[in-house]
């Protein structure tokens, strides 16, 4: 069951710039930044009362950001949700009919268990589930 909204987040191409404009919007500095190897991202967290955007930059021309900016420019990339059980909404959504981009949760950013389900099967966005790394 998913509990809330977790992040936005945002494909910019430089995230030093982005951060500068989004502390200036927001009010408040990044609380974190970290790069995903495995994404080949980094990203940027900003945090306001319970609301979270999530600044990613592609640290890899071939990276699932790099190939979403030159197709769409800067702008919205995902919405992520947070959830008790990442595994039993894993199984609930396959049985479900979703379309997954990966088979299986793993590590993403700010310590979460992370995974997406495919555009087509949400009318055109991607959503992340995550679930806090305990």
Same mark, same amino acid.
């Given at each position: 069951?998913? #509990? &809330? $909204? +977790?992040?936005?987040?945002?494909?910019?191409?430089?995230?030093?710039? @982005?951060?500068? =404009?989004?502390? *200036?919007?927001?009010?408040?500095?990044?609380?974190?930044?970290?790069?995903?190897?495995?994404?080949?991202?980094?990203?940027?967290?900003?945090?306001?009362?319970? #609301? &979270? $955007? +999530?600044?990613?930059?592609?640290?890899?021309?071939?990276?699932?950001? @790099?190939?979403? =900016?030159?197709? *769409?420019?800067?702008?919205?990339?995902?919405?992520?949700?947070?959830?008790?059980?990442?595994?039993?909404?894993?199984?609930?959504?396959?049985?479900?009919?979703?379309?997954? $981009?990966?088979?299986?949760?793993?590590?993403?950013?700010?310590?979460?268990?992370?995974?997406? =389900?495919?555009? *087509?099967?949400?009318?055109?966005?991607?959503?992340?589930?995550?679930?806090?790394?305990?």
């Amino acid at each position: 069951m998913v #509990n &809330k $909204i +977790e992040h936005i987040g945002i494909a910019v191409k430089n995230i030093d710039d @982005a951060n500068i =404009l989004f502390q *200036k919007l927001l009010g408040v500095p990044p609380y974190k930044m970290e790069t995903v190897e495995t994404e080949s991202v980094v990203t940027s967290f900003f945090q306001t009362g319970t #609301n &979270k $955007i +999530e600044l990613l930059m592609a640290t890899n021309p071939e990276s699932p950001i @790099a190939k979403f =900016l030159k197709k *769409k420019g800067e702008g919205i990339h995902h919405i992520a949700f947070d959830v008790e059980d990442i595994e039993a909404e894993v199984a609930r959504l396959r049985k479900e009919g979703f379309i997954l $981009i990966n088979e299986k949760p793993k590590p993403g950013a700010d310590n979460k268990m992370v995974i997406f =389900l495919h555009p *087509k099967s949400t009318n055109g966005v991607l959503v992340e589930l995550c679930q806090e790394i305990k």
